[in-house]
């Protein structure tokens, strides 16, 4: 399995982002899928998850009523759905299948699979 997170770039503080992540060599609808992000000098946190059918989701609290999270199984694919950005919301943004794929956790290690990144920057 091979995730591809892409969308990511500059934006200013009250903007929006839509970030993507295509799965291949597997089935999305066999997976959960989470969103993670790192910021600079700081250790990767959790932001959003989605249970394989989409009903089941998990915000981190400082994402809750900004961020969205779905999927087309499909397509193969997740977003994420970033509005009202903020200076903190600045990160490198992975996304991760999980096989279990009902857990919407936070937990990394229940996230087998990850994609390489994709950098988002919010400045003025």
């Known amino acids: 399995v091979q995730l591809q997170a892409s969308g990511g770039g500059l934006v200013q503080p009250g903007g929006s982002l839509r970030l993507s992540c295509a799965l291949s060599?597997?089935?999305?609808?066999?997976?959960?899928m989470g969103w993670f992000r790192q910021a600079s000098g700081k250790e990767r946190e959790f932001v959003a998850a989605?249970?394989?059918?989409?009903?089941?989701?998990n915000y981190a609290d400082s994402v809750k009523g900004r961020f969205a999270v779905s999927r087309d199984n499909a397509k193969n694919t997740v977003w994420l759905q970033m509005n009202s950005l903020k200076n903190e919301d600045a990160a490198v943004y992975y996304c991760a299948a999980g096989e279990h794929p009902y857990y919407t956790g936070t937990s990394e290690g229940n996230y087998a699979y990850w994609g390489q990144g994709t950098l988002v920057t919010v400045s003025s």
């Open positions: 060599g597997g089935t999305l609808s066999s997976y959960a």
């Open positions: 989605l249970g394989w059918s989409g009903t089941m989701k």
